[in-house]
Every structure is written in structure tokens, then in C-alpha cells.
């Protein structure tokens, strides 16, 4: 199929950490941990919503006008 969508393909970035990462059990790896896994949920949602219609998240629609 032409119009086949690939995670690869998608144009977000995907969240990261941070670079350099916060050293594992300081409270500065504690935040971007947590803010890492909420930043990954969305991206997730928006992936599986760009790979089943093409739409790209946060572009205006008919519906939103």
C-alpha cells in the first residue's frame, strides 16, 4: 500500500532525558524520569492517532473551525 504509515516516518521527536542524562537515583533523574514518561504517553497517543489517519496531531480540521 502507498499511503503506508512507519513509526520511523513519524515527524515528532521523540522525547528524550536529556544528554547528558542525570545520574539514576538523584532527584534530578527522579524529574526528568517522570517528565520523560508523560512526555512518552502523549507522543504515543499522537503516533497511534498519526499511524491510523494520517492526520498530524495539533493540525486544524474542519471541525475545528
Do not use: C, Q, V
Amino acid at each position: 500500500m502507498a499511503d503506508e504509515r512507519k513509526a520511523e516516518d513519524f515527524h515528532l521527536l521523540k522525547p528524550s532525558m536529556g544528554d547528558p542524562m542525570p545520574e539514576e537515583g538523584t532527584t534530578g533523574y527522579d524529574l526528568a524520569k517522570k517528565s520523560f514518561d508523560i512526555a512518552m504517553e502523549e507522543y504515543n497517543e499522537r503516533l497511534e492517532h498519526w499511524l491510523k489517519t494520517g492526520e498530524a496531531p495539533g493540525s486544524a480540521t474542519s471541525e475545528d473551525e
